[in-house]
């Protein structure tokens, strides 16, 4: 069993910068790819970014890609997501998840969530 846990999200302005940061439980942390993704209101669930257990293998959504970065302190058990140049387009509540296994972009392979935190991107 892995527990998330998010955090960083607020209220800035178009063309700041957050970093989410995501804590999970458990010793196995390395062996778990983990991943973000966000739901705005009335919108389904999307895909923002993977990133494996080991070897640095990332996927971005396109719409993140370039502004976007994921990486992960395996001693610290923390994933996170470095996000640049804000848009109000990202403005969503952003959550993370893990797997067991390679990283995928399908909501549906992620066994383990968080409970999200809220990102807001003012014009």
């Known amino acids: 069993q892995v527990q998330l846990l998010e955090s960083g999200g607020g209220l800035v302005q178009a063309g700041d910068s957050l970093r989410l940061s995501c804590a999970a439980s458990?010793?196995?942390?390395?062996?778990?790819?983990m991943c973000w993704f966000r739901q705005a209101p009335g919108k389904e669930r999307e895909f923002v970014a993977a990133?494996?257990?080991?070897?640095?293998?990332?996927y971005y959504a396109d719409s993140v890609k370039g502004r976007f970065t994921i990486s992960r302190d395996n001693a610290k058990n923390t994933v996170y997501l470095q996000m640049n140049s804000l848009k109000p387009e990202d403005t969503a509540v952003y959550y993370c998840?893990?797997?067991?296994?390679?990283?995928?972009?399908?909501?549906?392979?992620?066994?383990?969530w968080g409970q999200g935190t809220q990102v807001t991107v003012s014009s």
């Open positions: 998840a893990a797997h067991r296994g390679i990283p995928t972009l399908k909501r549906v392979d992620y066994d383990y």
């Open positions: 458990g010793r196995t942390f390395s062996t778990y790819a």
């Open positions: 990133l494996s257990g080991s070897y640095g293998i990332t």
